[in-house]
């Protein structure tokens, strides 16, 4: 029988460690001295190739929590297949804090992949305020914000400035000048993120947005997408392709092939992130001096962008939450985020920086960018955000090929919306 009792005496300590685990975690939302250790921070791919010079700060000054960055591909679409196959994995799980973009901090939250945080740790009321929604679920803190982003329409000024024009502030005049203008001088016309993946979906959002449209409201629950104004801008983006004045290769278009475009002179406007615009005035681009930025164009006046950006979030089965919580404050704080937007061309979150007469000086598009993120629109809160992402890409594309009209687009999408929704 004694071995019954090792058995037993074997289960005990088993417990008392598991609820050590357990307690331990619960205290990183504390702020106690719980689960420190060394942390994996996975991101999408670092397009600028900043983040290793950040991390490279807190690992000075933290030996014994020590960050290693993984890289994942650029694309998004890309990236979120990567995180969710590691995260399903459970406990053998490779990531401690997740880089994630602010469109799947719900799906995230709903599959209990990411831990809730506590509000106080970070410093939450510095933050622009449409960005601490985005790292919200069911009310919950799930994640701390770390970069925003909108979109802005690039346009040539140098050429612009010849033709005695303005930059285009409605869709109609965006035509025309992709029209008329680009040809006279051997160029595209006007181009995005236009391959089926999520930069898609956000270029199709806008469009539809700006047009005064939606494609689902309640949280995901209800889908509204069947109406003329989500036809309208389907078809501003249908009739670019068909009638030329946006070519036919920014179908394969992510963020980075559209910027190359724009860098080498070949696009007229670009729709991009600002990250674009300050690669494509860096010294050494043939478009450097060359180019402004505007918001993007609507119907009748300005458009909407979408929000975009990225929240950091901790992994459910990491055994350092505290260090990572720590990790999460240090990356919202003044300092990083400074560096953020010097060293990363990206748009912090936190909003006195839009306002430093010396960044401003530096990065000349800031209070553009400030007024196009605080009227972004975000995408649904679905905790099947992944699989809306993927109908309204799929739908969209073939509506830019010419296989489905905008009318034809529009009833589809209502369809197949439809069945995400429902299940
Ligand atoms: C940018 C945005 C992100 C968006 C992605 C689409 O990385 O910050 O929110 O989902 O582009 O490609």
Not at 25 to 38: K, N, Q
Not at 306 to 315: E, I, P, Q, Y
Not at 324 to 342: D, F, H, M, N
Request: glycine share 10%; hydrophobic share 40%.
């Amino acid at each position: 029988m004694r071995w019954i009792h090792a058995a037993g005496r074997g289960l005990l300590v088993l417990v008392v460690v598991l609820t050590g685990y357990v307690a331990s975690g619960a205290r990183a939302d504390e702020g106690s001295a719980g689960g420190r250790g060394p942390l994996t921070l996975a991101t999408a791919g670092d397009l600028t190739g900043y983040l290793g010079s950040v991390l490279e700060g807190w690992n000075r000054t933290h030996p014994d929590e020590k960050v290693t960055l993984v890289e994942l591909p650029d694309s998004a679409d890309e990236t979120h297949a990567q995180m969710t196959t590691d995260l399903r994995a459970g406990e053998r799980s490779r990531f401690d804090v997740l880089n994630i973009d602010v469109s799947w901090t719900s799906e995230f939250a709903a599959h209990g992949w990411i831990r809730p945080l506590a509000r106080d740790r970070f410093p939450l009321d510095t933050f622009l305020p449409p960005v601490v929604d985005t790292a919200t679920y069911d009310e919950q803190l799930y994640a701390v914000p770390y970069v925003t982003n909108a979109g802005l329409l690039l346009y040539r000024r140098d050429i612009l400035t010849k033709e005695g024009v303005d930059p285009p502030r409605t869709w109609a005049e965006l035509e025309k000048q992709a029209k008329t203008i680009a040809p006279k001088y051997g160029l595209d016309g006007y181009a995005g993120q236009f391959l089926p993946y999520e930069g898609l979906t956000v270029n199709a959002a806008e469009a539809v947005y700006s047009a005064g449209g939606s494609i689902l409201g309640d949280e995901g629950e209800r889908v509204t997408v069947n109406s003329m104004a989500a036809r309208d801008g389907i078809d501003f983006l249908a009739r670019g392709v068909r009638e030329g004045w946006i070519p036919k290769r920014a179908l394969t278009y992510k963020e980075e092939e559209s910027k190359q475009a724009f860098e080498d002179g070949r696009l007229l406007f670009l729709r991009n992130w600002p990250y674009a615009y300050v690669g494509a005035s860096a010294k050494g681009s043939p478009v450097s001096g060359k180019i402004g930025a505007v918001p993007l164009p609507g119907p009748d006046g300005p458009g909407t962008s979408v929000l975009g950006g990225s929240n950091l979030a901790v992994s459910t089965h990491t055994e350092h939450p505290d260090s990572a919580a720590r990790l999460l404050a240090y990356l919202s704080g003044e300092r990083v985020q400074r560096q953020v937007l010097t060293r990363g061309a990206l748009p912090p979150v936190r909003a006195d920086l839009y306002e430093d007469p010396e960044l401003v000086r530096e990065f000349p598009y800031l209070p553009t960018l400030r007024a196009s993120v605080l009227t972004a629109a975000p995408r649904p809160k679905s905790p099947r955000y992944d699989q809306v992402s993927l109908v309204v890409q799929a739908v969209v594309h073939d509506a830019m090929a010419g296989r489905d009209t905008p009318e034809a687009a529009v009833r589809r999408l209502a369809r197949e919306l439809a069945a995400v929704s429902s299940r």
